[in-house]
């Protein structure tokens, strides 16, 4: 509809049932407009209800308002996706990240039982598995050990990097600080090889002298600590060739009867396993 003012604000009505001078619109203008009321109604109606267009002559939007049921979307461009996308590499390392009181990483591979260490303090605890590849989630039974150690026993001994889980403490534990690290009980071997996504912080009860190989899963930049306690006799830690060492730190460690010896490594990917420090005490 398309209404057109007459030019002068006034006129000479000449009109049965007139005045001799009245408004532009007059009666027979509103007739006009009350002719269109129905397709008026209609087009406020589709823009009241959210299904038609609006497009400000201007360009801008000083008001808008969107009905409770609408559905608003936001576009993701290709660029943002690229943004946000992560290689393997990186997701490892933000697995060693503790945010609060949700810790999250890969389960180690090899054995049915896996021992994570969350060192949240608290059994009150939410465990959740899920497969890396595509997010399924296995059947898996977890069950604390202590209050900063879960078991995740498995049907089938977990492969590298098959499996993350996910612990999440209650939100009542996250005023107080938690020790991150507490140290995981090492199975004894005469040839040790720790399994480095397994915790940072070993001790083990040496009842032989002992090699010490390179660890296996280490995230680049990752610092390992070893205690060795000397039990029944003097015993020595000999550190094997692939170990990278400074020249001020021998190849082995001897550590007399009940005392325990500490052994520090670091890792980098392009270079390997060093051990930046080894004593005695």
Do not use: C
């Amino acid at each position: 509809m398309v209404f057109t003012p007459r030019n002068q604000p006034w006129v000479l009505d000449v009109q049965p049932g007139g005045t001799a001078q009245a408004n532009a619109i007059d009666a027979e203008d509103l007739n006009r407009l009350e002719s269109n009321d129905a397709d008026l109604n209609s087009r406020l109606g589709i823009l009241e209800a959210g299904s038609g267009t609006a497009i400000p002559a201007d360009g801008s939007v000083t008001n808008a308002k969107v009905a409770v049921s609408a559905a608003i979307n936001l576009d993701k461009t290709a660029d943002s996706v690229n943004r946000l996308a992560m290689t393997p590499a990186e997701r490892n390392k933000l697995s060693t990240l503790q945010l609060g009181g949700i810790v999250s990483g890969y389960v180690p591979a090899g054995s049915t039982t896996a021992s994570i260490v969350h060192a949240l303090g608290t059994t009150d605890l939410l465990v959740g598995v899920h497969t890396e590849a595509d997010g399924s989630y296995p059947l898996v039974a977890a069950n604390s050990t202590d209050i900063n150690t879960v078991a995740l026993t498995f049907t089938a001994a977990p492969t590298t990097n098959q499996y993350r889980y996910t612990i999440v403490a209650k939100s009542a534990l996250l005023a107080a600080p938690q020790v991150r690290d507490v140290p995981v009980v090492q199975a004894f071997a005469p040839s040790l090889t720790l399994n480095a996504a397994a915790g940072n912080s070993r001790i083990t009860t040496a009842t032989a002298n002992m090699t010490l190989n390179e660890p296996t899963g280490g995230s680049d930049g990752q610092l390992l600590t070893l205690k060795v306690i000397a039990s029944g006799a003097q015993r020595v830690v000999t550190f094997a060739a692939a170990l990278k060492r400074p020249a001020s730190i021998a190849s082995t460690l001897t550590i007399a009867s009940g005392q325990r010896g500490t052994v520090g490594l670091s890792f980098e990917s392009a270079y390997g396993w060093t051990v930046v420090t080894a004593f005695a005490a």
